[in-house]
Structures are given as structure tokens and as C-alpha cells.
């Protein structure tokens, strides 16, 4: 099981990996600009769900929140299908190496999506999705999008790509090209968008094994734990309410 537990973790170090490697231009040449595309923040957000996730897999600790780890799976997800849908098809041999060998948009639009789906459907716990989730999952995007906006007002010529002079990443929010009478369409649009993916995820989520397909957790370290928080829901009882003897209380069966 131990073994488990490594191999699971060094899955989730290496999404981390891939996710903060494909934006490492940004960082590693100073292009802090290039955070202002929404791939780079979700690569960003993906790398630290998911660095959590490793070491407390590692350690045992608490995980991140189940709705966090579904707003960076829906978040990659559309970077993806965004990606090789609406964007124009990279020039692999013009772009910027990650690691010094491979191009920063197949690791933040192919491979990271793809190892994050992988490790939503054998290793991570399911059952945890509240319907509510993918209601709020696409708010983002319109905090991102009045970023951008004020950004643009404020620094007309503050380009997003190295020696560019143009602030918005994407042409689909240009609105010096498409006009502000389009934007309400393209964003009803994306938060359809966002719900229908949100809602396939939630039901995925529902309809996968509670435990994760590969298990990390035996059934007696299960037993241990429900055993701990019920000693622990017992002293708090014999703290609050010291007259009540409970002391032939017995943990060895669990409803």
C-alpha cells in the first residue's frame, strides 16, 4: 500500500511538473506578462492543487478541498478543448522549450489536461462533488476578464507575448476587434459551457468508486480512522458533559 501511495503521489509531482514547467517561461525569463493568459493561471492553479495533493498523499494530511480540485480539473479541461478548438495550431518549432527540449504548449494544452483526467478517474477520491460546484466553478472567468479589461485601459500597450504591444491574450475578448456587443454572447457562451463540463464532471464524479480505482487506503487504516474520529466525537461529548460515564463505551464495531 505504501508502494501505492509513492506511485500515486509521484503521478500528481509529475502533473506539477508539467503544468509549472509549460509556463516556466514566464518566470524563468521574467515575461511575467504571460501570466495574464488564462492557460498560464490555470496551469499555475493546477500545479499547486495538485503539489498539495502530492504531499498529503505522501503524508496522510488533509487533501484540497473537493471543490478546489474540481475548479482546477474544469479549468484545465476547457484550457484544453479551448486550445485545440478555437486557438490556431502552434508552431512546435518556434516555441519556448520547457525543461530545454519540449514545447511549453504541448505540456499546457495536451499533456497536463490529459494527465489531470487520468488522475481524476484512478486516483482520486470520488463521490465528494456537491451540486452547487459547477455553478460557481465558472465566476472566474469574469473576475479574469475585468482584469484583463482594466489592465488594457490602464497599459494600452503593455503586449501579453514578448515585444508585443497588444494586451489582450486572446482575439475572441479583443474588443478593439470584435466590439463590446459581442462579449455578453462569447461569455454566455463559455459559462454554458463551463456548466455542461462542470456537470459531466460532477456526474463522473458521482458514478466513479468512492475510494479511487487504484486504492490508497486499506480497509483497516479505513476502520482505524472512522474508530479515531469517533473516540474523538466521544471525548468531546465527556468534555462538554463530564456527569455521563462513558467509560464502557466500546470502538471495536463501526456502523
Known amino acids: 500500500m505504501r508502494k501505492r501511495k509513492i506511485f500515486i503521489s509521484l503521478f500528481e509531482f509529475l502533473i506539477v511538473l508539467c503544468a509549472w514547467g509549460g509556463i516556466s517561461q514566464s518566470y524563468c525569463q521574467g515575461q511575467w506578462e504571460e501570466l495574464c493568459y488564462f492557460t498560464y493561471q490555470t496551469n499555475f492553479l493546477v500545479g499547486v492543487v495538485y ?13 484540497p478541498w473537493p471543490w478546489l480540485r474540481g475548479l482546477a480539473l474544469v479549468f484545465i479541461f476547457v484550457t484544453g478543448l479551448v486550445a485545440n478548438t478555437i486557438l490556431p495550431a502552434p508552431n512546435y ?10 514545447p511549453n504548449t504541448l505540456l499546457v494544452h495536451i499533456t497536463v489536461p490529459l494527465l489531470c483526467l487520468i488522475n481524476f478517474i484512478l486516483f482520486e477520491r470520488h463521490k465528494h462533488y ?9 465566476l472566474y472567468i469574469y473576475v479574469w476578464f475585468d482584469f484583463i479589461v482594466i489592465r488594457a485601459d490602464i497599459f494600452p500597450h503593455a503586449g501579453v ?12 475578448i479583443n474588443v478593439n476587434k470584435v ?3 459581442s462579449i455578453p454572447r462569447t461569455f454566455l457562451l463559455f459559462t454554458i459551457f463551463f456548466l455542461i463540463l462542470g456537470y459531466i464532471l460532477f ?4 458514478f466513479l468508486p468512492r475510494t479511487a480505482v487504484v486504492k ?6 479505513i476502520i482505524q480512522y472512522l474508530q479515531t474520529r469517533k473516540m474523538k466525537k466521544i471525548q468531546k461529548i ?11 463505551c466500546s470502538f471495536n464495531e463501526i456502523k
Not at 518549432?93 to 519540449?102: D, Q, S
Not at 456537491?130 to 465558472?138: A, E, H, Q, R, V
Not at 490508497?216 to 487504516?221: D, I, R, V, Y
Open 51 to 63: 503539489l498539495w495533493s502530492a504531499i498529503a498523499t505522501l503524508t496522510g494530511k488533509r487533501r
Open 93 to 102: 518549432a518556434t516555441e519556448y522549450r520547457a525543461y530545454g527540449f519540449i
Open 216 to 221: 490508497t487506503t486499506t480497509e483497516e487504516e
Open 238 to 248: 465527556a468534555t462538554s458533559f463530564p456527569q455521563i460515564d462513558l467509560s464502557d
Open 161 to 172: 507575448d514578448p515585444g508585443s504591444h497588444n494586451p489582450w491574450p486572446y482575439w475572441f
Open 130 to 138: 456537491k451540486w452547487w460546484f459547477p455553478l460557481t466553478w465558472p
Open 179 to 181: 466590439g463590446w456587443a
Open 203 to 206: 456526474t463522473a464524479d458521482h
